[in-house]
Structures are given as C-alpha cells and as structure tokens.
C-alpha cells in the first residue's frame, strides 16, 4: 500500500476537527457538534467514483489520549470479510499511534482500501439497503456487524428529477425538533403531497441536504388520497432500518392523514436502542403531523390510540 502522509498533528481535538474541515470540504460533515458526532463520505476518486462509504465517528472526551473514536462504516455492498478487513486497519493504525489524532489516517487508509478495490473489480456496488440493530457488542472491536433483512417492499424512486421538477412545483418542507437517546439522534421532515412525483421530488430536495443525506437511514412514508377513486396510494420504505417504513406508514394510517409525505433521519450514535428505536421515530413523525395540524388535537389524538389498542386487544380475544 501507498505510504500515508499526514499533516502534522494538532494539539487537540478542536483543532483537528478544522483541519479536516479544511482537507476535505464538502465531504467532511458536522451531525451534532455538541456531541462530537462526525461523518465523512470517502471514496476511490473524485471523479466518477466507483466505491464510496461514510465514516461516522463520536469523539469521546478522552479522544485522543486515553480513548479511540467511537465509528460507524456505512456502506451496504460491503461484505463482512471486507467490513473485517477495514476494522483491523483501523484498530492496527490506533494502537500503532496510541494517544495521537487518529482520524485522518483512518480516512486515508480508507480512501487507499476502496482504490484497491476499485483497481480489482469492474464494476461498482450492487447496493442492498441493510439494518444496523443487532444483538452483538460492537465496543468489542470497535465496529458494528450488519444483517440483511427488509420488511417494507416500497418503490424505489430515483433521484434524477431534472424533467420532473419542471413538471410539478416543489412543495413547502418543515423540519420538526430532533429527539436524541444514547447518542443517536432522531429528526423528522415533512411535506404536503399530491401525487408520486411530488414525493420524488422532496426526498431529492431533502438529500442535497448533506447531513440529511449522510443519516444512517432516512426512514420515510406518505398517503395520498385519490379523489376519483377514494382510495389511497400510499407507499414507505424502511431504508435498512428494518420494519420501520411499515410501522410508520402504519401510525400515518391510525392517525388518518392523507396528502403528507413524511420522513425520519436517524443517526446513529453507536449504540444499540432495540424497540426504543421505533418509539423515537413515531414520536418525531406524530409531533410534526401535530405541528402542521395534519392530526386531531393531541388530547382526541391520545383517545384514538388508546380506542385502537383496546380494538386491537378484543380481537385477540375473539
């Protein structure tokens, strides 16, 4: 491998985090600066890049003497020889540099590992959207294994807008109070809707947005009611976080809204939140249906989930 050249290092973490600021531009992303969360998206060339990732980082207090970052690769055509390969790059370019600023190697040694690939393989990644929630212990070496699994079969929609947008106008997009647990951070997005291309064209708006773009999922679901027909075309898509889509689009039928897209970022914090995760992604998308009164009252709201549960409790009765 090519040898790598760092500047030289700097004399805290404050300091490091601007000169990667500054080394990589666009590609360097702040999630939550408060918390030191960071992403950076890495690939093999600047031009027409075949592989691309992003490295998600947490610097604890303690980075960079006594403790490494806390990281998170995403990328979904990853294989998990090749996920283990990358963590023992990391982990061995750490404690080869132990008590020193360690992330602009790890971005490099990333960047030399897809160029490889790149050099070895003819095509680019044949991307599967993936879940992050398992059971094992990733402090163990720093890392998080993934399992493919889905549940939400929803239309992929494609980005490339440029006819599109010209047909439809963009609808207004408000972006609702983020919730954060453990480190992960939850934020929900909304728009009025009338139609599939008009749903296209907002989650391309919202992913020019970089950070929304570098979130570890952008759960997302929408009802739009056809007057003629009165019924529903209603989608969702759970965006590796498994079952979220459905039971998202589930909460936007309970509720009985219709014409709204609704979408959910998470980033993940590096910890493991189990159900809690499906709480926080609800609580986003029913305080903003709340906020742009696309819902009852909240008090009428509460009845009607508490009128559905006892519903759904009778049934398992019968």
Not at 147 to 163: H, I, K, Y
């Amino acid at each position: 491998m090519v040898g790598l050249h760092r500047p030289a290092a700097p004399t805290c973490m404050t300091e490091e985090i601007e000169a990667l600021s500054a080394i990589y531009g666009d590609e360097w992303c702040t999630i939550d600066e408060d918390a030191k969360v960071f992403c950076i998206q890495i690939s093999d060339c600047l031009e027409k890049p075949k592989w691309r990732l992003c490295l998600q980082v947490i610097l604890p207090p303690e980075y960079p003497t006594t403790a490494p970052p806390i990281y998170q690769i995403n990328a979904p055509w990853l294989s998990g020889q090749e996920y283990a390969e990358l963590a023992n790059y990391l982990e061995e370019l750490y404690v080869q540099n132990l008590g020193e600023s360690i992330l602009y190697l790890w971005v490099e040694k990333i960047r030399e590992f897809l160029i490889e690939k790149s050099q070895s393989s003819d095509s680019g990644p044949d991307v599967k959207k993936i879940t992050e929630e398992t059971d094992l212990d990733y402090e163990e070496n720093f890392s998080l294994e993934y399992q493919p699994l889905r549940e939400c079969a929803a239309v992929t929609l494609n980005f490339d807008l440029s006819e599109s947008q010209e047909d439809e106008e963009l609808p207004p997009i408000y972006h609702g109070n983020p919730i954060t647990d453990r480190r992960s951070t939850f934020q929900a997005h909304l728009a009025p809707v009338v139609s599939p291309k008009q749903v296209k064209n907002v989650l391309a708006e919202l992913y020019k947005n970089k950070k929304i773009a570098s979130a570890t999922h952008n759960i997302y679901a929408y009802r739009i009611y056809c007057e003629d027909k009165q019924t529903f075309l209603q989608d969702c898509e759970d965006d590796g976080e498994t079952a979220a889509g459905g039971r998202l689009l589930h909460l936007m039928q309970i509720l009985d809204v219709r014409n709204v897209l609704v979408v959910v970022s998470r980033w993940y914090g590096g910890i493991l939140l189990g159900p809690d995760r499906f709480k926080h992604i609800n609580n986003c998308a029913r305080n903003i249906l709340v906020e742009q009164n696309y819902t009852k009252s909240p008090e009428n709201l509460s009845k009607q989930l508490g009128k559905n549960k006892r519903i759904r409790k009778d049934k398992k009765k019968m």
